[in-house]
């Protein structure tokens, strides 16, 4: 089983532009052996650029989000004590803290964070699928 953190773009990318998701990264996410999971940090990061305009998603915000959640099954990867901890230990390029986030919790919980984000794909002691 091959368990899979997507990065708050792979998984908008691939409810609202499908055609932005690598071929290799289709693959993955469709496969039957790969384990989706999403942070509720990137549930976060949606509803942030949602109120900054920044992205235009039908409908209101809590419809949209009960949708697309329902879409595809994603288990819950959760902000634990140790994932806070663990962004303390890790070496980011910038300081994005949902990417903070995001990375320390592939490291706690052994996933692979797929993301198209170049500091992401350069950070150490996590692994990564990257959207190329």
């Not at 879409?71 to 910038?94: N, Q």
Request: zero cysteines; a positive charge; aromatic letters at 6%.
């Amino acid at each position: 089983m091959t368990r899979l953190l997507l990065d708050t773009h792979i998984w908008l990318w691939g409810l609202l532009e499908p055609e932005r998701i690598s071929a290799r990264v289709a693959t993955a996410l469709e496969s039957k052996d790969s384990e989706l999971w999403l942070s509720p940090v990137s549930i976060w990061e949606v509803v942030v650029l949602h109120q900054k305009r920044r992205i235009g998603l039908s409908g209101d915000i809590e419809t949209w989000l009960d949708q697309a959640l329902r879409k595809r099954p994603l288990r819950e990867a959760p902000v634990t004590y140790e994932v806070a901890r663990e962004m303390g230990r890790l070496k980011l390029p910038h300081r994005d803290p949902a990417d903070g986030f995001l990375a320390a919790t592939a490291r706690v919980f052994d996933l692979t964070l797929i993301t198209a984000d170049e500091h992401l794909l350069k950070v150490r002691g996590i692994r990564v699928l990257a959207n190329r």
